[in-house]
């Protein structure tokens, strides 16, 4: 059975703090993993990645995969109270467009 | 461009009652998706299609029903309400296989009494 598994659920810190957040999976026929950041409402785009080692970063967000561990880690450094959301991970697997979701990571950044 | 619009915003039924959930995109997407969000969790993927005419099942297509006739349109029909579908809908769409940014429309939370 397919399945997208993050870690830690739920992450309290200070501003300035440097988080990583973990995403593992199981999925047949990986095709490609995302990052999202739901806030209030709907998840909005963060990350693609499909090949291993390679770095996508934007800002003080970065995010690299690992397809022979099967993993994905999320990088924030500098936290700041914007970045109060929850982080969710997306595996698509066997059929374009079919997308597996981990329960998502709920950070929240104290002043 | 409007990006995905989802109506209604809010909607409360009684179990058995049908009603459809309207998703229209006008970025000329060809992949677009239905999802339920439930506390706790992530999101579930109801169906989804690949283009016009083509649709398929995703993770929890039980109870729902959708059909594709247009690029722009992915409307998502509940057959006979029941309380396990109260959730949050969220409708997205993609451009392409090389282009995997899905854009979300701003979701149709669903009560069922």
């Known amino acids: 059975e397919d399945k997208v598994v993050q870690s830690p659920l739920s992450l309290v810190v200070h501003e300035g703090d440097t988080v990583t957040l973990n995403c593992s999976y199981e999925v047949t026929n990986f095709r490609s993993l995302l990052w999202y950041k739901q806030e209030k409402k709907a998840p909005t785009f963060l990350f693609m990645l499909?090949?291993?080692?390679i770095e996508k970063k934007s800002g003080r967000l970065s995010s690299i995969l690992d397809k022979k561990e099967l993993f994905s880690i999320l990088n924030i450094t500098a936290t700041q109270t914007g970045d109060s959301a929850v982080y969710l991970c997306?595996?698509?697997?066997?059929?374009?467009?079919?997308?597996?979701f981990g329960s998502g990571t709920k950070l929240n950044v104290k002043p | 461009n409007a990006g995905v619009t989802q109506t209604p915003k809010f909607q409360v039924l009684k179990t058995g009652q049908s009603m459809t959930l309207q998703c229209a995109q006008d970025?000329?997407?060809?992949?677009m998706s239905w999802y339920r969000q439930d506390p706790g969790m992530g999101l579930r993927l109801i169906h989804y299609s690949v283009g016009a005419g083509i649709t398929d099942q995703g993770e929890v297509p039980n109870g729902y029903n959708v059909s594709r006739s247009t690029t722009e349109d992915f409307p998502l029909r509940l057959l006979s309400a029941a309380p396990s579908q109260t959730s949050v809908y969220f409708c997205?769409?993609?451009?392409?296989?090389?282009?995997?940014?899905?854009?979300f429309g701003p979701g149709t939370r669903l009560t069922v009494t």
């Open positions: 997306a595996v698509e697997g066997n059929n374009f467009n079919k997308f597996y």
């Open positions: 970025m000329n997407h060809e992949y």
């Open positions: 997205a769409s993609s451009y392409d296989r090389q282009s995997y940014e899905q854009y």
């Open positions: 499909t090949s291993s080692g």
